[in-house]
């Protein structure tokens, strides 16, 4: 039984080897050698677009003011009302404030008696002045004055010199206080800073005002020309032309279409939403538009100068990067890229490409970076 054994044992080893390969062959006749992918291509292309963007807009007046009270007293006499037409220096209230009025009668006392305390010293440093000049002159005859006398006759001089001197400082104080009690006195009078329209009133004749109040007096706005600002995103801070005009328009009025042109910016990005605050100036004489309302405003934008544009499906946004894929010796290159505005079917790039470069026109994360490809333009 064992010499059975021992014969087959060496017989089923050889079949194995021989299946084993047998297998290897048929494996390696079934690997192919890599195929290279076909891809279609296009250019790079340069363009600088001109292109409008929508964004909202708020229209604010010219000049707007809150009118409050300097000093405290009681409301004499109101002379206009919400939505009354005023000019630049018009009585627009009068207070009443009878220690105002006190305070700049004693200033103005105070300063008469200054001044006619000064004109006494004068009169006195006048005298004395004279008085030693001729005990000087006298002194030159020997024994006609004393020494102790003319010593005396300097000294009061000196003193009324000095006398005056703080009469002078004082009676300059005086003035200074009355000048400013007067200027307190004319704060009773609440008077327009400029031409425009009363848009809020507080107050009614006998209230009691005064600094430090809640609410103002009145309200003042010129809307005769509007300010239409603008809030412009970061992407677009460096697309708005000079001079530029826009078209836009408001709930109220939306069949009708307004112009604007681009007075100033802010050249700065506000941090809180990231843009540039710009204001177009509206001519609104008519008083069509109301301050407050906002707008949908079409915002001309363009590039200082050509960019970089290829094909939305160009562009390839993976989890690794943003890219394209260049075609370089028939093989696939990826290019990191950034996208920019979009035209069309169009999207604009900005990265290591060049104008006129080939790129894979329907790219894909499938075509790997360095894969040999054949190109061919449709």
């Known amino acids: 039984m064992k010499p059975l054994l ?20 048929e494996e390696k006749k079934t690997v192919k050698e890599p195929e290279i992918q076909q891809v279609a291509t296009t250019e790079v292309q340069t363009m600088r677009p001109s292109r409008q963007i929508v964004l909202p807009g708020e229209l604010k007046p010219w000049n707007h003011v809150s009118l409050y009270a300097k000093v405290k007293g009681f409301i004499r006499d109101v002379r206009v009302d919400r939505g ?19 305070e700049l009668s004693q200033a103005e006392a105070q300063l008469q008696a200054q001044e006619a305390a000064i004109n006494e010293q004068k009169a006195r440093f006048r005298a004395s002045r004279l ?35 703080t009469a002078t400082g004082n009676i300059q104080a005086s003035r200074s206080n009355y000048q400013t009690k007067k200027e307190l006195r004319q704060y009773l009078t609440i008077t327009a800073p400029f031409d425009g329209i009363i848009t809020e009133r507080n107050v009614s004749a006998g209230a009691l005002v005064g600094a430090g109040d809640a609410k103002p007096l009145f309200v003042l706005e010129d809307s005769r020309t509007l300010r239409l600002t603008v809030a412009v995103p970061e992407t677009y801070a460096n697309q708005l032309p000079e001079k530029s ?15 604007a042109k681009l007075a100033r910016s802010a050249q700065s990005l506000v941090e809180a939403n990231r843009s540039m605050m710009a204001e177009f100036d509206v001519d609104n004489k008519t008083h069509l538009l109301k301050s407050g309302m906002y707008a949908e405003v079409r915002l001309p934008v363009e590039r200082t100068a050509p960019t970089l544009f290829v094909p939305k499906t160009a562009v390839v946004s993976s989890s690794e990067k943003t890219f394209v894929i260049r075609v370089n010796d028939n093989k696939a290159e990826w290019v990191s890229v950034e996208k920019g505005n979009t035209l069309d079917s169009l999207v604009e790039v900005f990265g290591g490409l060049r104008a006129g470069e080939p790129i894979v026109r329907i790219a894909s994360e499938e075509i790997r970076d360095g894969q040999a490809v054949s190109a061919s333009k449709k």
């Open 84 to 102: 009354s037409v005023v000019r630049k220096g018009q009585v627009l209230a009068i207070l009443d404030a009878p220690e105002v009025l006190s």
């Open 245 to 259: 005009a826009v078209s836009f328009t408001v709930t109220a009025m939306p069949e009708q279409e307004f112009q």
């Open 131 to 165: 008085t030693y000049n001729r005990l000087l002159k006298t002194s030159k005859v020997e024994g006609a004055v004393s020494q102790h006398e003319l010593d005396q006759a300097e000294a009061r001089m000196l003193a009324d010199s000095a006398i005056v001197a």
């Open 6 to 25: 021992n014969l087959v044992w060496p017989v089923v080893a050889v079949a194995g080897l021989a299946a084993c390969s047998s297998a290897s062959s």
